[in-house]
């Protein structure tokens, strides 16, 4: 790809503004990001309820490795960190 296709391509997918200085882009598709941000926080509860219950009930793994389950659930708990963060910053 050459640099007058990425300009096209940058022009589809954000606002761009320039200045003599900076270049601002804002993205143009906010539903999408508040869609795809609520699809991280949906993934990370769904991970911390099949790892809590792996973890303490022994289902559906069968505890086949605790270290693994405890694991699974602190990166859940960032991946909800991080997605209810990125919902409260989009407008």
Known sequence: MQAGNYTVLLALLFEVETSARVTTFRVRHQPMLKVLTIIGLVVALAMLVIFAADA????????????????????????????????????
Do not use: H, I
């Open 56 to 91: 303490f009930a022994g289902w559906p793994f069968q505890s086949a490795s605790p270290t693994m389950d405890y694991g699974f659930m602190v990166a859940s708990l960032l991946l909800g960190y991080v997605s209810v963060t990125t919902l409260r910053e989009l407008p």
